[in-house]
């Protein structure tokens, strides 16, 4: 079975212009996370979906960010207008849903390798 | 204090030395525990859960205080294929589904 796909793996970009990443999750998992990585903060939940809601934008850095999940096998994560400190890793990760919130191991994918110039 | 602490290392080991990485995390209400494996430009992958009794698999073995709020792991006979970056993670508390992460022990084991 494929991994968690996510595209592109890297991209460069001038400060101001419009940044689209996109991620396809495990096919049957119903949690969808977006997470970013930096070398100071390490790994941070951006925000995450369940059965395509979101449940916690509160790490979303400001209202430059925005993500979508318009079904289950497709989510986005756009940054408009971008800025030289939004270079990062963005990884998004997929689990299964258990009944009683009962951890399921996160799958990442690749990550997007994302330069803001 | 920041959420999850770890030694950031780098730890530099022989193959076949035992090495022990620690962490602790600030939240006593935190549930869930575990260690994740990162290679290098590569996505985390989980190593293993961390339990109260404490559990082992393979070289590799993980225990928890919870009195200390302190989790640690420990890598028994290292092979050069554990270097890696390896992340203490711990679950938001109420909330199983978000989890907080350090910023990792970097390991290389060395011929």
């Known amino acids: 079975d494929a991994g968690v796909i996510q595209s592109p793996r890297h991209e460069v970009t001038e400060m101001g212009q419009e940044v689209t990443l996109r991620c396809k999750p495990i096919s049957g998992h119903d949690y969808l996370f977006w997470y970013r990585q930096t070398m100071m903060r390490g790994l941070e939940l951006l925000i995450y979906?369940?059965?395509?809601?979101?449940?916690?934008d509160s790490g979303m850095p400001e209202d430059r960010f925005s993500a979508k999940m318009p079904n289950a096998s497709f989510s986005t994560l756009k940054i408009q207008p971008s800025e030289p400190r939004d270079s990062a890793v963005y990884f998004c990760?997929?689990?299964?849903?258990?009944?009683?919130?009962?951890?399921?191991?996160?799958?990442f994918g690749p990550g997007t390798r994302l330069t803001v110039l | 204090r920041k959420e999850v602490e770890q030694d950031p290392g780098p730890f530099n080991v022989p193959e076949g030395a035992t090495v022990a990485f620690n962490c602790t995390y600030s939240?006593?209400?935190?549930?869930?525990f575990f260690w994740y494996r990162q290679d290098c430009r590569k996505e985390p992958k989980l190593l293993m859960s961390v339990y109260s009794s404490g559990n082992e698999d393979g070289r590799f073995t993980a225990q928890l205080n919870r009195a200390s709020q302190y989790i640690s792991l420990l890598i028994r006979d290292s092979k050069l294929s554990d270097s890696a970056t390896y992340l203490c993670v711990v679950n938001f508390a109420g909330n199983n589904r978000k989890l907080i992460w350090g910023l990792g022990t970097s390991l290389a084991v060395n011929p």
């Open positions: 979906f369940n059965n395509n809601v979101p449940i916690d």
């Open positions: 939240n006593s209400a935190s549930q869930s």
């Open positions: 990760a997929s689990s299964l849903g258990t009944s009683g919130g009962a951890y399921n191991e996160q799958f």
